[in-house]
């Protein structure tokens, strides 16, 4: 069975500050994804990464995939207010495995 | 269309009670997937169905739960005998097809009291 963990497990910084997050897993990912979960709310996809070594940028965030294929990170520049949530990366294939998720919080 | 629609979104039953939850999907995805998600974690699979057939459950479901999609469409996901274990949040995703973008509900909470 897959395991997916992410760190750290709770952040919280200050508006304007960067950040980095992390994902890593037992096996190699089918294709890596990101998705933002807000309270109350189910969980939105970011991104999807599917080549070792692959960066990916939206905005303020940087997704990079590991050569391997077995890890990720997760790099916010000035964060902002909005960008609190949970964190979640996930390997997809015919269902989507979740890890546990960041909880970032960004103090205004 | 509106995304993915659940029903109810909170639901409150005593221990021992049966419930049924409703997923409605986006309009002509064939994949329709379940999740349960309780507090700091991320979402756990369930079952997952390909148009009506139940392709895949997992370990998590036990006796007590049981998801149908009859017609291809809307599912349902009913637990028997709810225990206060089962409090968490249920989460519906569709997506068109395997490996493509997966849009989840804004969920049902219960809570088994």
């Known amino acids: 069975t897959q395991l997916l963990e992410q760190s750290p497990q709770f952040l919280s910084i200050q508006e304007g500050e960067n950040l980095t997050v992390y994902c890593n897993s037992s096996s190699v990912f089918s294709s890596l994804q990101w998705y933002r979960q807000e309270p109350g709310e189910g969980p939105v996809l970011l991104v999807t990464v599917v080549t070792g070594g692959e960066v990916k940028k939206l905005k303020r965030l940087t997704f990079q995939f590991g050569d391997a294929r077995k890890d990720s990170s997760l790099h916010i520049t000035a964060a902002q207010p909005g960008d609190t949530g949970l964190y979640l990366c996930a390997d997809r294939d015919d269902k989507i495995i979740f890890g546990k998720g960041t909880r970032l919080h960004i103090l205004p | 269309d509106t995304g993915v629609s659940q029903d109810p979104r909170h639901k409150i039953t005593k221990r021992g009670q049966n419930v049924t939850f409703r997923c409605d999907p986006i309009?002509?995805?064939?994949?329709l997937y379940w999740y349960r998600q309780t507090l700091g974690q991320g979402p756990e699979f369930l079952t997952y169905?390909?148009?009506?057939?139940?392709?895949?459950k997992s370990r998590l479901l036990s006796d007590r739960f049981s998801a149908e999609r009859p017609k291809g469409s809307f599912s349902t996901l009913e637990i028997q005998r709810t225990e206060q274990g089962d409090s968490a949040m249920y989460l519906c995703?569709?997506?068109?097809?395997?490996?493509?973008?997966?849009?989840f509900g804004q969920g049902t909470r219960l809570t088994v009291v």
């Open positions: 169905f390909q148009n009506e057939a139940q392709l895949e």
């Open positions: 309009s002509e995805h064939n994949r």
């Open positions: 995703a569709s997506s068109l097809e395997t490996n493509t973008e997966a849009f």
